[in-house]
T-cell receptor, first 113, second 113 residues
Framework: DSGVTQTPKHLITATGQRVTLRCSPRSGDLSVYWYQQSLDQGLQFLIQYYNGEERAKGNILERFSAQQFPDLHSELNLSSLELGDSALYFC????????????FGPGTRLTVL | AQSVTQLDSHVSVSEGTPVLLRCNYSSSYSPSLFWYVQHPNKGLQLLLKYTSAATLVKGINGFEAEFKKSETSFHLTKPSAHMSDAAEYFCVVTGSGTYKYIFGTGTRLKVLA
């Protein structure tokens, strides 16, 4: 158990809908990262937050957004969902966000029908 | 820019025989390199990491990796495979000044009885 929690574990929704994925980092970690894992794209970095502020952006679509709250949990919002958004979404956390080890949560499996 | 190439998408070994999973990297900076393992329907677990200290890095579960700058490689080895090692393994690179992980495409390890 990495200490990173993600909810829900599974999410099934329809095209055009909006969903929110939640992540709680390990106790004391200030950085949260979001990744998408799909069969065709592999594991891709989406976005990083550090202590409430956006730190780095990767291949995140404009339809997706994230935030980190004062209690350090983070939410990834996916809107106008398309079939191709079906994937496993991982959250990871690290202590300071520089070259620290990232600890991964169990993931949320999103299925868009 | 940083990149990482995992040279084999699938590797099969017999239980009790050595494991070699190959990874080559490209980095403009002195890289940090990681190996993560993902068991079916699980999150990613850190096996080991290299951050410019000793070039031979020992990880969990008997795995180790050697950083070879001249060959730009970071191959993962284990002297004797166990059935529980069957999983997908990801080589990861990150560079100085960047926070995001860049994942290889993964190597699926199969262990035969």
């Amino acid at each position: 158990d990495s200490g990173v929690t993600q909810t829900p574990k599974h999410l099934i929704t329809a095209t055009g809908q909006r969903v929110t994925l939640r992540c709680s980092p390990r106790s004391g970690d200030l950085s949260v990262y979001w990744y998408q894992q799909s069969l065709d794209q592999g594991l891709q970095f989406l976005i990083q937050y550090y202590n409430g502020e956006e730190r780095a952006k990767g291949n995140i679509l404009e339809r997706f957004s994230a935030q980190q709250f004062p209690d350090l949990h983070s939410e990834l919002n996916l809107s106008s969902l398309e079939l191709g958004d079906s994937a496993l979404y991982f959250c990871a956390s690290s202590s300071s966000g520089r070259l620290d080890t990232q600890y991964f949560g169990p993931g949320t499996r999103l299925t868009v029908l | 820019a940083q990149s990482v190439t995992q040279l084999d998408s699938h590797v099969s070994v017999s239980e009790g025989t050595p494991v070699l999973l190959r990874c080559n990297y490209s980095s403009s900076y002195s890289p940090s390199l990681f190996w993560y393992v993902q068991h079916p329907n699980k999150g990613l677990q850190l096996l080991l990491k290299y951050t410019s200290a000793a070039t031979l890095v020992k990880g969990i579960n008997g795995f180790e990796a050697e950083f070879k700058k001249s060959e730009t490689s970071f191959h993962l080895t284990k002297p004797s495979a166990h059935m529980s090692d069957a999983a997908e393994y990801f080589c990861v690179v990150t560079g100085s000044g960047t926070y995001k992980y860049i994942f290889g495409t993964g190597t699926r390890l199969k262990v035969l009885a």
